[in-house]
């Protein structure tokens, strides 16, 4: 079955250009492009989309508010921002809006793909170079110390929620079944007051809670 997109950006040339990249590609049927978060609802509201590439910058509409729009109408849909904007507060405020992607606009046309795909699947959709600027602590401090207490298997998972494996990846690299993954990633959501599980792979690249964890899981060996 094919992977239903809408593409809503305000820049014509570019919402072509990607409609005819993405719409070439045999496993995604592009449903519709728009020039607005309204325009685009319009266009799918008899025929959902499996994800939804919206623009943070769009006239008249604050990204956050577009998106929050987007999850409200289409609660079944993905919804991954595509921008030019590396500004890491963007980054913060699509995070807490419930983004499940981050993907620049600039970004290599099979690695647009190859991201989309992987969201579907449920990996994490973040550019690599967000990451990369997330990898820096916020603070220099050489003893960083988690600010809520996970149990070792919350923090294995977190470790490779960050790296961008899916569930299925994770229960494989764990040895548990996707049901306990699932558990487990519900747990960590509650405990450090996240929405997703993008929002934990960019928690866990800030501040130096990855070294931290795996810190911790060394000492527990």
């Given at each position: 079955?094919?992977?239903?997109?809408?593409?809503?950006?305000?820049?014509?040339?570019?919402?072509?250009?990607?409609?005819?990249?993405?719409?070439?590609?045999?496993?995604?049927?592009?449903?519709?492009?728009?020039?607005s978060?309204?325009q685009?609802?319009?266009?799918?509201?008899?025929?959902?989309?499996?994800?939804?590439?919206?623009?943070?910058?769009l006239?008249?509409?604050?990204?956050?508010?577009?998106?929050?729009?987007?999850?409200?109408?289409?609660?079944?849909?993905?919804?991954?921002?595509?921008?030019?904007?590396?500004?890491?507060?963007?980054?913060?405020?699509?995070?807490?809006?419930?983004?499940?992607?981050?993907?620049?606009?600039?970004?290599?046309?099979?690695?647009?793909?190859?991201?989309?795909?992987?969201?579907?699947?449920?990996?994490?959709?973040?550019?690599p170079?967000?990451?990369?600027?997330?990898?820096?602590?916020?603070?220099?401090e050489?003893?960083v110390?988690?600010?809520?207490?996970?149990?070792?298997?919350?923090?294995?998972?977190?470790?490779?929620?960050?790296?961008?494996?899916?569930?299925?990846?994770?229960?494989?690299?764990?040895?548990?079944?996707?049901?306990?993954?699932?558990?487990?990633?519900?747990?960590?959501?509650?405990?450090?007051?996240?929405?997703?599980?993008?929002?934990?792979?960019?928690?866990?690249?800030?501040?130096?809670?990855?070294?931290?964890?795996?810190?911790?899981?060394?000492?527990?060996?």
């Amino acid at each position: 079955m094919a992977l239903r997109l809408l593409l809503v950006d305000d820049h014509a040339l570019l919402r072509q250009g990607l409609a005819e990249l993405l719409g070439a590609v045999p496993e995604f049927d592009v449903l519709g492009t728009a020039a607005s978060v309204e325009q685009g609802l319009q266009l799918v509201q008899d025929n959902p989309p499996d994800i939804v590439l919206l623009d943070w910058h769009l006239p008249g509409i604050d990204g956050s508010a577009g998106l929050m729009r987007c999850k409200e109408k289409l609660p079944d849909s993905l919804v991954i921002i595509l921008t030019a904007s590396e500004d890491q507060a963007d980054l913060r405020q699509a995070l807490a809006a419930g983004a499940d992607g981050y993907v620049l606009k600039h970004a290599e046309p099979e690695q647009l793909v190859a991201q989309l795909r992987g969201c579907h699947k449920g990996s994490i959709t973040l550019d690599p170079r967000m990451l990369e600027s997330m990898d820096k602590p916020v603070t220099p401090e050489p003893a960083v110390v988690l600010p809520v207490e996970l149990t070792e298997r919350e923090q294995q998972t977190l470790l490779l929620i960050a790296d961008g494996l899916s569930n299925k990846l994770i229960a494989r690299e764990l040895g548990i079944s996707d049901g306990t993954v699932k558990i487990h990633v519900k747990h960590l959501l509650t405990k450090l007051n996240l929405h997703s599980r993008l929002e934990l792979a960019a928690w866990a690249h800030r501040g130096g809670f990855l070294q931290a964890m795996q810190a911790s899981l060394r000492r527990s060996e």
